[in-house]
């Protein structure tokens, strides 16, 4: 028998101003995404941009539905966007911020752990780590340099 120990490492920035000038853009656009949002019954409104690495840039929002399971998270809606329409970029990075109308959030809030599988998909099928990058509307934002970070003992295609 034997104890062992994962170690997640994780950088915190106090705000967008110390972010590099290309994923200050980055989490702009995913802010502007976040805006655009259709989240009618959470009133929790999220955004992400993927920076792939011919440099253009996917947006999603989460998208919501009366039928509340068919509703879809903005990571996923944008990561499944960039595999549609560029299957064979490499992604570079993601952005999300997070709002809610209830409350001010002033943490970082993680992508959810069906986001975190589905971001793992991409990580493996390109063999390239992805950076990660969240908010919530305003405040610190954290960036892990692969998802492998927020998924420790991820499924995966090696299993089947
Ligand atoms: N949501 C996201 O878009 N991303 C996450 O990682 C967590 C949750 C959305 C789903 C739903 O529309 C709303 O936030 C409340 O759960």
Redesign the pocket.
């Known amino acids: 028998m034997k104890t062992k120990k994962t170690t997640t490492e994780y950088i915190i920035y106090e705000g967008i101003e110390e972010l590099d000038s290309s994923t200050q853009n980055l989490m702009k656009e995913a802010i502007n995404a976040r805006k655009k949002a259709y989240?009618p019954y959470?009133n929790?409104n999220?955004g992400a941009a993927i920076l792939l690495d011919n440099n253009k840039i996917v947006t999603g929002n989460?998208q919501?539905n009366a039928a509340f399971p068919s509703?879809l998270?903005?990571?996923r809606v944008a990561i499944y966007s960039a595999g549609a329409n560029y299957p064979n970029n490499t992604i570079k990075s993601i952005a999300i911020s997070a709002s809610s109308i209830k409350q001010k959030i002033n943490k970082p809030v993680g992508?959810?752990g069906a986001?975190r599988q589905s971001i793992s998909e991409y990580e493996n099928k390109q063999n390239y780590p992805i950076e990660i990058y969240f908010m919530g509307e305003e405040g610190q934002i954290v960036k892990v340099n692969s998802l492998k970070d927020l998924l420790p003992f991820g499924f995966n295609s090696s299993f089947l």
């Open positions: 989240a959470s929790f999220v989460n919501e509703g998270c903005a990571e992508p959810c986001c």
